[in-house]
């Protein structure tokens, strides 16, 4: 009897999953990326402009001696450019397929834990040609967090 009440104990812990997730600014909204996938954030620098690229794809920078492509998260979710400032960051994003890529953003504000039960999930909306990149929206601290799906930003082919 012992035993039983121990594993079901373990089975309601393992539903409530909770995820962190880095607040970002994108001018008057706030966004959620998970912090798997994050592996530096850094101070704004001088980004070196590729000709003939996509109008959202900033250029690149030398970190560390490695070369990353940098892309303005504004410019590819359709919002206005981009209006650099202090607290401008660019996150390096570690992705399996990808490799590294860095996303600009107009602000880091904090980290929080979001628990399934407190993230509204979108439901996806395969008829419109339009891309979603929003996977659900969090609720914390009385306020909404959009969560960004980092694949369809970073996989969606260039119009």
């Known amino acids: 009897?012992?035993?039983d009440l121990q594993v079901l104990g373990k089975e309601e812990l393992s539903t409530e999953n909770s995820i962190q997730y880095i607040v970002v600014s994108l001018g008057n909204e706030q966004y959620g990326i998970d912090i798997k996938y994050i592996d530096n954030i850094v101070r704004m620098q001088s980004i070196t402009r590729v000709p003939k690229s996509a109008e959202y794809f900033r250029g690149v920078i030398n970190l560390r001696g490695e070369v990353v492509p940098v892309m303005s998260l504004r410019v590819k979710m359709g919002l206005d450019s981009d209006e650099i400032t202090g607290k401008s960051r660019i996150i390096i994003l570690k992705l399996d397929a990808s490799g590294?890529?860095?996303?600009?953003v107009d602000e880091v504000k904090k980290v929080v834990t979001i628990s399934d039960s407190q993230i509204e999930h979108k439901a996806r909306d395969s008829k419109s040609g339009t891309p979603t990149y929003i996977n659900g929206v969090g609720k914390v601290e009385g306020g909404l967090i959009s969560l960004l799906d980092l694949s369809t930003i970073i996989d969606e082919p260039t119009q």
Do not use: D, K, R, Y
């Open 1 to 3: 009897m012992a035993n």
């Open 100 to 104: 590294s890529i860095g996303v600009l």
